[in-house]
């Protein structure tokens, strides 16, 4: 019965996934491997909802003991930090908002040519209707030129700033990242070149909020002092994104230093 279980279990989220990518590729268009990653799960998963007792007769033989244990503390282990890093996604995300803060920093997403992404227009609204409550903060928009993108994401979040009636000198444009570590390195280099900036003061971080933790972690890896104000994530893309945010923060903790 509970092999039977297994097996529907096995099926229903190998469908999922595949099922995901297909979706999230008709909705997104980009294909990278985070947009790719469940489709890749969700057919392991029917392989071996299917071809498993093939594979164990074959690969894991009880000449091959040792390596069964192995995938199987692998599998736990996989499992175990897959449960704890996405608690942490989830619940570590809004942060209380001191009353004095004269910097925000948005983190870019990716264009569709020269237009904001929908993910990034998310992130840059939240942004307008901040600076528009507070008329002395100055943004950092941050984001390089990528793949398929006829600008830098700094420039167009910067457009759609000034035609929503912010001030050009009020923004502060971060060309050169590639990365969430680049995005906060490069930001602190220019906030440092700012009159009266202190490293210790709250710097407002907008990002999605499946993004906020690592971004919070990296942000402090530079010296900043990060205040999470996070934007929402569409529907479709949740998991998706989740998925990948687990493979991006072990790459973080390991490698971004």
């Known amino acids: ?27 997104n268009g980009g294909i990278n491997l985070g947009t790719l990653l469940p489709g890749i799960l969700g057919a392991a998963m029917l392989l071996w909802r299917f071809k498993g007792n093939y594979l164990k007769r074959h690969f894991l033989k009880d ?10 503390l692998g599998i736990l282990t996989l499992l175990a930090s897959f449960l704890l890093i996405e608690s942490l996604l989830l619940y570590n995300t809004q942060d209380p908002v001191p009353n ?4 925000l920093i948005i983190l870019g997403a990716g264009l569709n040519g020269d237009k904001l992404s929908w993910t990034l227009w998310e992130r840059v ?12 903060m100055r943004v950092v928009v941050s984001g390089g030129k990528g793949p398929g993108e006829w600008i ?8 759609y700033l000034v035609e929503q009636g912010i001030a050009k000198e009020r923004i502060i444009k971060e060309e050169r990242a590639t990365s969430t570590m680049e995005n ?5 280099e220019l906030l440092g070149q700012q009159p009266g900036y202190e490293p210790a003061e709250p710097v407002l971080v907008i990002t999605n909020d499946f993004h906020m933790f690592r971004s919070k972690i990296l942000a402090k890896r530079n010296g900043l002092n990060p205040v999470g104000v996070p934007s929402a994530t569409p529907w479709y893309l ?7 945010e687990y493979f991006a923060v072990v790459k973080s903790l390991i490698f971004d230093r």
Request: glycine residues 6%; without cysteine; proline residues 1%.
């Open 100 to 103: 004095q803060v004269d910097y």
């Open 184 to 188: 906060f390195r490069y930001s602190r």
């Open 125 to 136: 609204d939240r942004g307008l209707k901040i600076l528009q409550d507070n008329r002395d």
């Open 63 to 72: 000449r091959f003991i040792w390596l069964r244990r192995f995938v199987r």
């Open 1 to 27: 019965m509970e092999n039977k279980r297994a097996s529907i279990v096995f099926v229903l989220l190998g469908w999922v996934g595949i099922l995901d990518t297909i979706f999230v590729l008709g909705f």
């Open 238 to 244: 949740r998991p998706n994104v989740y998925l990948r």
């Open 152 to 159: 830098t994401e700094a420039e167009a979040m910067q457009r």
